[in-house]
């Protein structure tokens, strides 16, 4: 007997949500109004993909196949019907065949497990935490927005993988390709590479703006005006 396939509401976005972090939304386009309705008057999930070209608001946009389900725990409904929902990645799914609008986007779509857990992932999550600590301390120190440095990754290396791609301040591209490895140990091998180019990047730019804000040339020190009095000896 054929088993009648998973249709879920699809809610595309232009970030990645990651399974096991946090999503708040504020939705305003009536379409997706109506999506929170029916979610919240039945199973409160709905799909997250990503945008690969186009806008979230008005539709046409042209949709990657590989999301996360979207788990409703907050609702929060205004006067003028706007929805805040606070929302939490809970298991990765593909995109078999998508659905016409009706009125929000719908998917067929199937459950993608991570592979099992290899050999090389707990050496591969230490060094990746490693990494990823420095890249962060030295994305703040440059003074762009940043998670703290001071992180702490989940023992699960599937859990840990996942939090380690969100957090990592790559664009939406690099993070839709981390979700879509097959397992941690790859996810987190493909991390590992991004870390080492981002670290390679940030530290030429930590160098520039050190030589830009270099000591002054002694020609540029202040110098005391005509009549003014020498500081005093003993101050």
């Known amino acids: 007997m054929t088993q009648e396939p998973t249709v879920l509401p699809m809610f595309p976005l232009g970030s990645v949500l990651f399974p096991g972090m946090a999503l708040p939304l504020h939705v305003f386009e009536p379409r997706y109004r109506t999506l929170v309705d029916d979610c ?5 999930e709905f799909g997250v993909v990503l945008i690969e070209r186009g806008s979230e608001v008005g ?22 019907g706007r929805w805040g929902l606070g929302c939490v990645g809970v298991r990765r799914v593909r995109v078999d065949h998508w659905l016409p609008d009706d009125p929000y986007p719908r998917a067929e779509i199937a459950d993608w497990e991570d592979e099992q857990v290899g050999p090389a992932a707990t050496d ?6 490693a990494r990823l600590r ?10 762009l927005p940043a998670a703290p440095a001071t992180l702490e990754l989940a023992d699960d290396p599937v859990l840990a993988s996942y939090q380690a791609s969100a957090l990592a301040p790559f664009g939406p591209a690099d993070h839709h390709d981390l979700l879509a490895e097959p397992g941690p140990e790859a996810r987190l091998a493909h991390l590992r590479h991004l870390l080492v180019e981002e670290t390679e990047y940030l530290e030429r730019r930590l160098a520039m703006a050190s030589e830009d804000l270099g000591p002054p040339d002694d020609d540029d020190r202040p110098r005391p005006e005509p009549g003014d009095d020498p500081p005093d000896d003993d101050t």
Do not use: C, H, K, Y
Not at 134 to 143: F, I, P
């Open 40 to 44: 919240l008057a039945g199973e409160p």
């Open 134 to 143: 420095q890249v962060l301390a030295a994305t703040a120190e440059l003074g």
């Open 124 to 129: 591969l999550l230490v060094e990746v935490t």
């Open 59 to 80: 539709g046409g946009d042209l949709r990657r196949d590989v999301g996360t389900v979207a788990r409703i725990v907050e609702a929060v409904r205004f006067d003028d």
